[in-house]
C-alpha cells in the first residue's frame, strides 16, 4: 500500500500522516448543534469524515473516531455574539430545550444512518461534560483568561501564532467576531457566558464566575482532550469552522497543555487539521432560514435514494467546492444505478482472494488515489472498472468490489434495484397500479397492438410515471 498523505490545513501542505501512537489513529469531528435539522451541506462534513475513518481504517490503523452533539452554549452567530441557538428554537417552539435536542439529535442520526455513514467509537454530547468544562476553564482561567460582567473571556496575546489556522488575523482583528464593552482584543472569545441578571435560561450551571453556560468554543476542546488525549491524531469540520471555531479551539489546547507556537503542530491539540468545503446551491435554499431548506428528507421526498448525494459528494474532492443541482443529483443517481445493476450478479456467491491479475492495477490505482488525500473520483473510476471486468471468476470479483466499496460507502452489495426506486411524496399512484399497467402494456406490445400499447402509455404519462421504453439500465420507468 502507498503511504497515506493528507491535506493539514494549519500547514496549508500535503504531509505523510504519521500517527501519535503507532498503529492508532484518533479522529475528533465537530458535530451538529441539534437545534434544527441538518441541511445537505452540514451534512458533506460527515460523509467526508466518513471516508477518512474508512480509509484509515483501509490502510490498517486502528481507528477511534469522536463526534460531539452541541446541545448547548452555540451562539445564532458563530463568531461570538446572539443568543444561544437552542435557547432560541426551545422559546419559539415553545418545548423543553431538553426535547429540542434529543429531537433534532435522532433526526441528525437518521440521516447519518441513511447516509450510510458509520457510528463512530463515541457520540459526546456537551451537557455530559459540563463539570470537565468547568474545571479545564478553571485551569487556565488564571494565565489567559479576565472575567467581565458577561461572562468569562479568553485573551488571545496570551497564547502565540493566534489565528495562524484561518490565515485571517489583521490589526482590526477578525471582523466576524462581535464587539463586547471590556474585551482587551477584537478576537477575545467567552470561555464561560453569565446568565443575565434577571433572567432565567433552561441549561445554565453553577460556576466560579456566577451561574451560565459554557463557550462553545470550550465543549471540543475539553471533549476532544478528555476522550482522546492531547495531541491526537485528526481534527475535522467544515471550512465555515476554519476561521473562527478552530483557531479558539487551537488558542485553548496551547493554554491548557502549557504549549508554545505552532510551528510544532501538535500544539495545536492535533497533529493535522482537514476541512471541506462548501456545498454551493445557487437558489439560496441551503440556509436553514430559508423556509423549506435543502434537507435530506427533501431529497427523498422528490424521489432520491440518499446515497444518490452520497455518489454527488465522492464525485467531487472534499477540498473543492461542490454545487448542488437536481440535475447532478439524477446524473450521481444513474451512476449509482449502473453500479447496483452490475454488482447485483455479485450477490449471492461466495467471496474469493482479491490477488488476481486483471485486479492488482486496479487495486493499486483504488489505493493511490484514497491514499492522495482521499481522492475519492479517481477511486470511483478504479471500482467502476473493477465491476466491468469480464471473464474472471466472480468470487474474486466480489471480494475486490467489496474491498473498495468499504472505503467508499456505497452499499452496492447490499442495495437492490428496487432500494433506489423512490415514490416521491407528491406521488398519488401505488407501485401495484403503475406494475398493473405497465404488464397490459407489455402484453399489448408482444401482440403488436400498438394503439393500446400507446394508450396505456399516455394512461401512465397521466398518472405521472414516465416510460423509459429502451431504457439502458432496464429501469423502465420512474415517477416524474
Known amino acids: 500500500m502507498t503511504n497515506l498523505r493528507l491535506f493539514n490545513s494549519l500547514t496549508r501542505q500535503v504531509e505523510d500522516f504519521r500517527p501519535v501512537h503507532d498503529g492508532e489513529a484518533r479522529v475528533y469531528t465537530c458535530g451538529p448543534t441539534v437545534y434544527n435539522y441538518p441541511h445537505i451541506g452540514n451534512m458533506r462534513a460527515y460523509v467526508f469524515a466518513d471516508i477518512l475513518g474508512r480509509t484509515l481504517s483501509w490502510k490498517g490503523y486502528k481507528l477511534t473516531h469522536v463526534i460531539n452533539i452541541t446541545d448547548v452554549g452555540h451562539l445564532t452567530d458563530d463568531a461570538d455574539s446572539g443568543e444561544d441557538k437552542m435557547e432560541k428554537m426551545a422559546a419559539e417552539k415553545a418545548q423543553s430545550i431538553w426535547d429540542i435536542a434529543r429531537h433534532y439529535t435522532e433526526a441528525y442520526w437518521a440521516d447519518v444512518k441513511a447516509l450510510n455513514i458509520r457510528q463512530p467509537a463515541e457520540w459526546s454530547v456537551a451537557t455530559d461534560y459540563i463539570a470537565e468544562m468547568i474545571d479545564f476553564a478553571k485551569s487556565i482561567a488564571g494565565r489567559h483568561c479576565y472575567e467581565l460582567e458577561s461572562g468569562l473571556y479568553f485573551d488571545v496575546s496570551t497564547v502565540e501564532d493566534y489565528g495562524r489556522l484561518a490565515r485571517a488575523v489583521t490589526e482590526d482583528g477578525e471582523g466576524r467576531i462581535g464587539a463586547v464593552n471590556g474585551k482587551r482584543n477584537p478576537q477575545d472569545f467567552a470561555i464561560w457566558r453569565k446568565t443575565p441578571a434577571g433572567e432565567t435560561r433552561q441549561m445554565e450551571w453553577d460556576s466560579p464566575w456566577g451561574k ?74 441551503m440556509s436553514k432560514s430559508s423556509g423549506e431548506f435543502l434537507r435530506l428528507q427533501l431529497l427523498i421526498d422528490k424521489g432520491y435514494h440518499p446515497l444518490a448525494y452520497r455518489m454527488m459528494c465522492l464525485q467531487a474532492h472534499y477540498r473543492s467546492e461542490l454545487e448542488f443541482s ?55 473510476t478504479a471500482l467502476e472498472e473493477a465491476l466491468a471486468v469480464k471473464k474472471v471468476d466472480a468470487g474474486i470479483k466480489r471480494s475486490v468490489v467489496e474491498r473498495m466499496d468499504s472505503v467508499l460507502g456505497l452499499g452496492l452489495l447490499e442495495l437492490k434495484r428496487e432500494d433506489l426506486r423512490i415514490r416521491p411524496k407528491s406521488a398519488t399512484t401505488t407501485e401495484a397500479e403503475i406494475e398493473d399497467a405497465l404488464a397490459r402494456r407489455k402484453a399489448a406490445r408482444a401482440e403488436k397492438d400498438f394503439a393500446t400499447s400507446d394508450a396505456l402509455r399516455d394512461e401512465l404519462a397521466a398518472m405521472g410515471v414516465e416510460v423509459m421504453d429502451g431504457d439502458p439500465l432496464g429501469w423502465e420507468w420512474k415517477l416524474g
Open 326 to 380: 437536481w440535475d447532478g443529483l439524477e446524473a450521481a443517481l444513474v451512476r449509482l444505478k449502473r453500479m447496483v445493476m452490475q454488482a447485483e450478479r455479485l450477490r449471492d456467491v461466495e467471496t474469493g482472494t482479491p490477488d488476481h491479475p486483471k485486479f492488482t492495477a486496479l487495486l493499486e490505482k483504488f489505493d493511490a488515489a484514497i491514499g492522495d488525500d482521499l481522492g475519492t473520483p479517481i477511486a470511483l
Open 212 to 285: 451560565g453556560a459554557p463557550g462553545w468554543h470550550l465543549e471540543c476542546s475539553v471533549m476532544s482532550g478528555k476522550l482522546l488525549g492531547f495531541p491526537f491524531d485528526i481534527h475535522t469540520g467544515g471550512i465555515d469552522h476554519r476561521e473562527i471555531h478552530h483557531p479558539n479551539e487551537i488558542a485553548q489546547n496551547q493554554a491548557f497543555c502549557g504549549c508554545g507556537g505552532l510551528g510544532e503542530v501538535a500544539n495545536s491539540g492535533a497533529r493535522v487539521w482537514m476541512h471541506n468545503n462548501f456545498l454551493v446551491e445557487r437558489s439560496g435554499k
